[in-house]
């Protein structure tokens, strides 16, 4: 019996597969592309991105790539009005080897003759407007990591020969020693005492896209260090990086102020010093509630910042902001207010400054 309808297809084979996806089955199709887009939903955003081969031909882009240093390299993102994301230094530098172009159905962006500093992330997504505003279609993105590899550079070329590195207990810090190999063998090192840092794999941990990545930062880990990269050939250094223990409470500024003097006199010279104490990249700002001030009485108000080390590897930052009264008079005596403000709250203190 099976075999019977087979003979019966056979004639009429080339005909009914042509016929029958059009028409008929349309209605089983659906389902299953549904099915593979909730599956592979990851595929379908990278498919926006594609890299330009010779002669034409397009290839979809993996999680990473790499290419040999020295080489240009197209990408295109579909859609009409794609914004792109690339290593900064190609910014900050408005490096002429880069340009993009947004087309009618896809945009392309070209770097004409890499070099082991442009490895990095790339990515592209749909930014569709409606009037003034627009949003990210988080739908509609694509990335690759791009290894320009160089026998030469075996790590991502840094515009400074040192850089500091805050460890704070409670978020991981990040040694940024990004390697253009990602085969390279990298291996982390302390200068004094001269020894390799073991990386376990749980607490510190390396991830060729970012560098060495300590999970728990203690003040064990301060120091200086250097990451050494090998890949066929003699080992190279990298940067050396400084390892800062900070250790200030998270949360609203901790704040004191000060008055060169409690009781003034007529024409003196008052010099009020409000101080906060805090981590050393958590920006404070600073406002003043002063007795002349609603008479908009003239004052001299300055800011000023500057990181302090406090021993055994411990850094500070020092804000501060300066109120001045250069004449100082009736209408100045009374509370001066300084408020200090951080993302994590505000705090206010007070001073008061009396008539001698």
């Known amino acids: 019996v099976t075999g019977q309808p087979t003979k019966s297809k056979r004639p009429k084979e080339p005909g009914e597969n042509k016929i029958r996806p059009v028409n008929k089955k349309v209605k089983p199709k659906a389902p299953k592309t549904k099915e593979r887009e909730s599956v592979d939903s990851s595929l379908k955003s990278q498919s926006i991105l594609t890299q330009v081969m010779d002669k034409g031909h397009f290839q979809k882009l993996a999680a ?154 203690t003040s064990d880990h301060k120091g200086i260090v250097y990451c050494k990269a090998e890949s066929h050939g003699a080992p190279q250094i990298s940067i050396k990086y400084h390892l800062l223990y900070v250790e200030v409470p998270k949360g609203p500024p901790s704040a004191s102020v000060a008055v060169s003097s409690g009781r003034a006199g007529v024409r003196d010279r008052v010099r009020v010093v409000c101080t906060v104490l805090g981590e050393p990249d958590v920006d404070v700002s600073f406002r003043w509630q002063y007795p002349g001030q609603e008479s908009e009485r003239p004052v001299n108000i300055q800011n000023s910042w500057r990181l302090i080390n406090r021993g055994i590897g411990h850094t500070t930052r020092i804000s501060k902001s300066v109120l001045l ?32």
């Open 64 to 217: 990473t790539l790499s290419l040999a240093a020295g080489q240009s390299v197209e990408l295109r993102c579909k859609g009409s009005n794609v914004t792109w994301n690339y290593p900064s230094y190609l910014d900050t530098f408005k490096d002429s080897r880069l340009s993009i172009k947004q087309l009618d159905r896809y945009s392309q962006l070209i770097l004409a003759n890499s070099t082991a500093a442009d490895t990095g992330e790339y990515s592209c997504w749909l930014q569709p407007c409606s009037g003034n505003k627009c949003r990210k279609d988080e739908t509609k993105t694509g990335s690759t990591y791009i290894f320009f590899t160089d026998k030469e550079e075996l790590f991502v070329p840094t515009p400074s020969y040192f850089e500091i590195v805050y460890l704070n207990p409670d978020k991981p810090a990040v040694i940024p020693c990004r390697v253009t190999t990602p085969s390279a063998k990298v291996t982390l090192h302390r200068e004094f005492p001269a020894e390799e840092i073991e990386t376990d794999g749980t607490d510190i941990i390396y991830d060729a896209k970012k560098g060495f990545v300590f999970q728990h930062p």
């Open 325 to 356: 009264v250069e004449d100082f008079e009736d209408i100045d005596v009374g509370n001066y207010v300084c408020i200090a403000q951080n993302l994590q709250g505000e705090t206010a203190v007070a001073t008061k400054v009396e008539l001698k």
